[in-house]
């Protein structure tokens, strides 16, 4: 959710005290949490940028090569569809640098700490999409075009696995855990 105010973004914390949300073991300042959360977000974000920027650049060589001609149209449609996830999955992880310089020094962190968020977690649905995609695309290519749909089949859903499922897990067993 992104936050169109700053009074509507201090009303998701509490700025009555001390600490930005009571009895969460912190102490520190709801511009303390914020600036936290956004230095994690960036952190998060440079390991994501450089694997999506390179994705992006390694397919846009292929048209270059020589065997590039030998694809037939699946492969040619799969490929300019992959061509637009890398390239809009990498402006959707890079949004948040630019949204920074933009917001920068108005006093607006909770909004671009929540935008980021936002641009992140959409930039990585795209790039879990790409990443199903390339792997479908090079197997098909190499082996045959049932093994690119079964290892895309099986990328999408190790990705689903790790990247949404486990989390979710993990968040359950800890407030499990925390209620004991």
Do not use: C
Not at 71 to 100: F, K
């Amino acid at each position: 959710m992104i936050l169109a105010n700053p009074q509507e973004a201090a009303m998701t914390y509490d700025t009555r005290g001390r600490d930005a949300v009571p009895g969460d073991g912190r102490d520190e300042t709801v511009e303390e949490r914020m600036d936290r959360n956004w230095n994690e977000l960036l952190q998060e974000l440079r390991v994501t940028q450089t694997g999506a920027t390179l994705l992006t650049g390694f397919l846009m060589t292929i048209p270059f090569q020589q065997r590039f001609e030998d694809l037939d149209d699946y492969q040619r449609t799969l490929y300019l569809v992959l061509v637009v996830l890398t390239v809009l999955a990498t402006a959707l992880i890079l949004a948040p640098v630019s949204l920074h310089r933009e917001l920068f020094r108005r006093r607006m962190k909770p909004q671009l700490v929540s935008a980021g968020n936002l641009f992140a977690r959409l930039g990585l649905v795209v790039l879990a999409l790409a990443l199903v995609g390339v792997a479908s695309l090079l197997f098909d290519v190499v082996v045959s075009r049932q093994a690119g749909q079964v290892v895309g089949a099986t990328s999408a859903a190790v990705l689903v696995l790790v990247w949404w499922v486990l989390p979710r897990l993990v968040a359950g067993a800890a407030q499990r855990g925390a209620e004991d």
